[in-house]
């Protein structure tokens, strides 16, 4: 007889004893609860009980004769058709009930949504979250992301550079724009090496920002607060605010800001400071 693994067979929702009785009485045309005993170990007082469950389940069938009791094995073509019918009908069931329970919480889901959102405003706080909600955000994003690019930071580790570069990737293959304004105040003395990541990766750099800032879609902003936290990144915290008539004054704010500022590869292995963007500045007027 081929060797099955009993475990195997548990996890068709058989029980250990059920999966031995059933293995054993597939090599004999007829076993009684001594034979099945001897041959399998399992425990004679339970025996009956067992084998009473395996008649209802459809492993087996049974045959009296005057005070003796004798089984047999169904074929396991028989008993795999009699599980799939019990495993479709409890998935029907389960979808039924669910169905039902989501159609009552889809009634107060609705009911509701006519009021105020309560996630349209948040406070994200430290900087592992921060950096979890700015990842999230650009692989949702789908047209556009405008940054104001300044301190304080929450990526802080090369890891989560690399992380923020990654999704910045896939969002420019999707055809996602990316512009973004870098703040000579806190770029001045770096040797700036810059490389776009693609040809809607746009960055323009001006002398100053009030504040840190990305744009989502024309409908999402995520800003950077308290201001006056530029140098302390473990003091801030970031505003999510998720509405179109919000953003957009503050895209039409960075259109301003954006069209006086000056393209970062002008700057390309130049050390960066006020006199050389004042230049580039008086250039581009």
């Not at 949702?140 to 802080?156: D, K, N, Q």
Request: hydrophobic share 40%.
């Amino acid at each position: 007889m081929t060797q099955i693994d009993i475990r195997d067979i548990m996890e068709l929702g058989i029980s250990e004893r059920e999966a031995k009785l059933y293995i054993v009485m597939l090599e004999y045309s007829e076993v009684n609860a001594n034979d099945l005993h001897r041959l399998t170990g399992v425990q004679r007082s339970k025996m009956y009980s067992i084998l009473s469950r395996m008649v209802v389940h459809g492993l087996c069938t049974e045959r009296i004769e005057g005070r003796n009791r004798f089984f047999t094995a169904l074929s396991p073509k028989t008993v795999k058709d009699t599980l799939i019918r019990e495993w479709d009908a409890a998935h029907s069931a389960k979808l039924e009930k669910a169905d039902s329970l989501f159609e009552k919480l889809s009634e107060t889901f609705n009911s509701t949504a006519v009021g105020p959102a309560l996630n349209s405003v948040e406070l994200i706080r430290n900087a592992a979250n921060i950096h979890n909600r700015y990842l999230q955000l650009v692989n949702e994003s789908t047209t556009e992301i405008l940054g104001y690019m300044r301190p304080p930071i929450a990526a802080t580790t090369k890891r989560s550079h690399d992380l923020q570069k990654e999704v910045q990737i896939k969002a420019l293959s999707r055809g996602v724009v990316q512009r973004g304004i870098f703040s000579l105040k806190h770029l001045t003395g770096l040797k700036f090496e810059w490389e776009t990541l693609g040809e809607n990766d746009k960055m323009r750099v001006v002398e100053s920002l009030p504040v840190k800032m990305f744009l989502f879609d024309r409908r999402i902003s995520y800003i950077g607060l308290p201001t006056a936290a530029e140098n302390n990144n473990s003091s801030f915290f970031m505003l999510y605010i998720d509405d179109p008539g919000f953003t957009q004054v503050l895209v039409e704010s960075f259109e301003e800001v954006w069209q006086r500022a000056v393209p970062i590869e002008h700057f390309r292995g130049a050390e960066i400071n006020s006199t050389v963007i004042e230049h580039q500045l008086s250039t581009n007027s």
